[in-house]
């Protein structure tokens, strides 16, 4: 199932940026992010039964979202951070699978967040 992420950009630490992965089937949903140098690491799912989860590092900040008659998943990130910056992909999977055996990312969305 194809999976295009935008929304990302430039944003000042304290800012606010809205990611969107639009898709051609719901199943679970995860976002993901790569920053630069380290591996990739999940930042948020919603499970099929719309329940959601974040890691402790997030602190809040991140809401996980979809709206079906878009056929789209939302990331909102709040309070961002300088180490939030990133590539940040969407996925078709859930957070208990290592995001090394995933192999059906796009191409992800940049995120920089700067002063």
């Known amino acids: 199932v194809q999976l295009v992420e935008s929304g990302g950009g430039l944003v000042r630490p304290g800012g606010s940026l809205r990611l969107s992965c639009a898709t051609s089937?719901?199943?679970?949903m995860s976002w993901a992010r790569q920053a630069p140098g380290k591996g990739l690491n999940w930042v948020a799912a919603?499970?099929?039964?719309?329940?959601?989860w974040y890691p402790d590092f997030t602190m809040g900040r991140f809401t996980i979202s979809r709206d079906s008659a878009k056929n789209t998943v939302y990331l909102q990130m709040n309070s961002l951070k300088l180490e939030d910056t990133a590539v940040y992909y969407c996925?078709?999977?859930?957070?208990?699978?290592?995001?090394?055996?995933?192999?059906?990312w796009g191409h992800g969305t940049q995120v920089i967040v700067s002063s």
């Open positions: 996925a078709h999977t859930i957070p208990e699978i290592d995001p090394r055996l995933y192999d059906d």
């Open positions: 089937g719901f199943t679970p």
């Open positions: 919603m499970y099929i039964d719309n329940t959601t």
